[in-house]
């Protein structure tokens, strides 16, 4: 038996996006249909980098057909007895994946169940969140995965909302997996804590953009019970 278990943030007003929604026609207008407008930036909730988010001659959407990544065999590691603020050093990736050093997997998902602590609604998600060290995100790379996804933000630096003059906002993890890796990255992911297993089935699809530095993607597990 197939479970499914739906790893997406809901799209809806939050603090660290600018998104509004408005009717443009609605029935209480006496309108025929009613449709609802919204803005939406393509780093915004769920979404999928490419390259070119971070390199200005970076891979985009259309060098990653669907067919090559969409549906892929996937490792968990688990990380959720992980305290705030605290790094995930290649060390610790290491150690995770030592029961399955005899395969390998064309994606990983990084689980911290960030989300069942405190809501990702609230500032202290993103504040006092955990994240990748450089090393951890070069051996992310080293893995060489076709996907790699987190349910916390993965640069130290995400955190900081305002940062000091002079402040190195550099982004080790994303230069080291999205750039030299050229692998792709779903950032900003839930329920990972209900997959249940180590070890499942990854589809995510992103919306069909061309030339797309990134985009919102909808991804879910799929578990045999």
Not at 37 to 62: E, K, M, V
Not at 92 to 101: H, T, V, W
Not at 193 to 198: A, V
Request: with cysteine.
């Amino acid at each position: 038996m197939k479970r499914i278990v739906d790893l997406t943030l809901p799209i809806e007003e939050h603090w660290r996006y600018g998104i509004k929604f408005s009717l443009v026609k609605s029935h209480e207008n006496g309108d025929p249909f009613q449709i609802t407008g919204y803005n939406l930036a393509s780093h915004w909730f769920t979404h999928i980098d490419f390259p070119r988010h971070f390199d200005p001659q970076g891979l985009t959407s259309d060098a990653y057909p669907i067919a090559d990544w969409c549906i892929t065999k996937c490792l968990v590691l688990d990380f959720s007895d992980l305290p705030d603020n605290t790094g995930i050093t290649a060390e610790m990736l290491e150690k995770a994946n030592e029961p399955y050093k005899d395969q390998h997997f064309d994606s990983l998902l990084l689980r911290t169940d960030r989300g069942k602590k405190v809501s990702w609604k609230e500032k202290e998600f993103w504040d006092n969140s955990p994240w990748v060290t450089e090393d951890g995100g070069e051996w992310i790379k080293n893995y060489a995965p076709k996907v790699v996804g987190y349910d916390f933000p993965q640069d130290y630096v995400i955190r900081i909302r305002e940062p000091k003059p002079g402040q190195d906002m550099r982004q080790p993890v994303h230069e080291h997996v999205l750039v030299e890796g050229k692998i792709l990255q779903i950032e900003y992911m839930q329920n990972l804590w209900e997959i249940k297993s180590p070890v499942c089935e990854l589809v995510a699809l992103p919306l069909n953009l061309q030339h797309a530095d990134g985009g919102q993607i909808r991804v879910v597990a799929v578990v045999e019970e």
